[in-house]
């Protein structure tokens, strides 16, 4: 459970640079509910959920594709940077911290207002400690705040990273039982995000509110080994939720883990292939589909899942692919299985063993 750490900059309606505490800043542009994020580890399509705290992230290499996703003015403010990605973002940070004051080069450094009350005061500090990764320092200003959501938040999230998995627990405990929240990140002006990852391309975005604190504690709740609980949480979640495309590939992955794969099959009923979370969300019930050995209905559930690619990381087709040949290959379908195997061949030839079904090691 990775995270980010920011204070975002605006220099115009959908563009925003994102300073953190690299040298190098972050470009962001929003649109229609999806962001496009450029920075030193490339590109990454971010889409959320308004008002729930949950969003997705995929990692792609593609910039043009995606601009017809956010709008078409998004893509002409962007075109006018270039593609360069990084050097675009360089340029940009340089403008902003004309327009903003704020230092091109510069660690975290959350706004101080004329006016702060001690408890945003000592939030503050306990941010910048944060951001300089000076974890201890940081958990000590935040348990005087007492109950404050917002420093259990960031308390609970600093005792995961230390493997401390029952404070952690506690903290989220207590941080879902309080309001406000995000209140104090508002009034500091910074903003954080919590990556949980779900597949190797795919992670939950996860913000302090109820619906995201709910995710962390489940990723907590998997690292301390309580399965159940962790299992428990997700379906409440789901039902709470029962559209989320995120917490839906969360509880199947989750379920695929325990091999339950008749509520995997029931979790994922109706999912369409309407953006990268869902296409998981396909890989996920095919493969249930095929461990409960209904190939057919299994292949039925990859091949319509390969009919969209735009956006979706290659490496996730490539898992699709291979699951599709795999069933064709089972039904009889030797031609058509064949002709997956050697496209998955040509663009990795170490996938698996797709070099032993062609004969080939």
């Not at 039925?300 to 735009?310: E, G, N, S, V």
Request: net charge positive; hydrophobic share 40%.
């Amino acid at each position: 459970m990775g995270f980010r750490f920011f204070q975002s900059v605006g220099i115009g309606k959908h563009l925003r640079v994102n300073l953190g505490k690299s040298l190098l800043p972050s470009l962001t542009g929003h649109a229609k509910g999806i962001s496009l994020n450029v920075g030193k580890s490339g590109l990454r399509v971010i889409g959320t959920i308004p008002g729930m705290g949950i969003g997705y992230s995929v990692t792609t290499k593609g910039l043009t594709r995606t601009f017809k996703k956010v709008g078409k003015q998004l893509a002409r403010d962007w075109a006018d940077l270039g593609k360069g990605g990084v050097s675009a973002a360089k340029w940009l940070v340089e403008k902003a911290a004309q327009q903003s004051q704020v230092p091109a080069a510069t660690t975290l450094q959350t706004p101080k207002a004329s006016v702060v009350d001690p408890q945003t005061s000592v939030f503050q500090t306990a941010l910048e400690l944060f951001s300089k990764k000076e974890f201890g320092l940081s958990l000590g200003k935040l348990s005087t705040l007492q109950d404050h959501p917002d420093a259990l938040f960031l308390a609970g999230l600093i005792q995961y990273h230390s493997g401390k998995y029952d404070a952690a627990k506690k903290s989220l405990d207590r941080a879902l039982s309080g309001a406000d929240h995000g209140s104090l990140f508002s009034k500091v002006g910074a903003g954080i995000a919590v990556e949980i990852p779900l597949t190797p391309e795919i992670g939950a975005e996860v913000a302090p509110t109820t619906a995201g604190l709910k995710l962390m504690l489940v990723e907590v709740l998997q690292a301390s080994g309580e399965f159940e609980g962790a299992l428990g949480l997700l379906r409440a979640l789901q039902q709470e939720l029962p559209e989320s495309p995120v917490v839906k590939l969360s509880l199947a992955e989750l379920l695929a883990i325990g091999s339950q794969h008749k509520e995997v099959v029931n979790v994922l009923e109706g999912v369409q292939n309407n953006g990268p979370v869902e296409t998981a969300c396909l890989l996920y019930r095919g493969r249930a589909l095929k461990a409960l050995r209904l190939n057919d209905a299994a292949y039925q559930t990859f091949a319509p899942a390969l009919y969209r690619t735009k956006d979706r990381p290659p490496s996730l087709l490539r898992d699709i692919r291979y699951e599709k040949a795999v069933c064709a290959e089972e039904l009889g379908k030797k031609a058509e299985a064949k002709k997956e195997f050697e496209r998955i061949y040509a663009e990795d030839p170490r996938f698996k063993d797709v070099k032993a079904r062609l004969d080939l090691a």
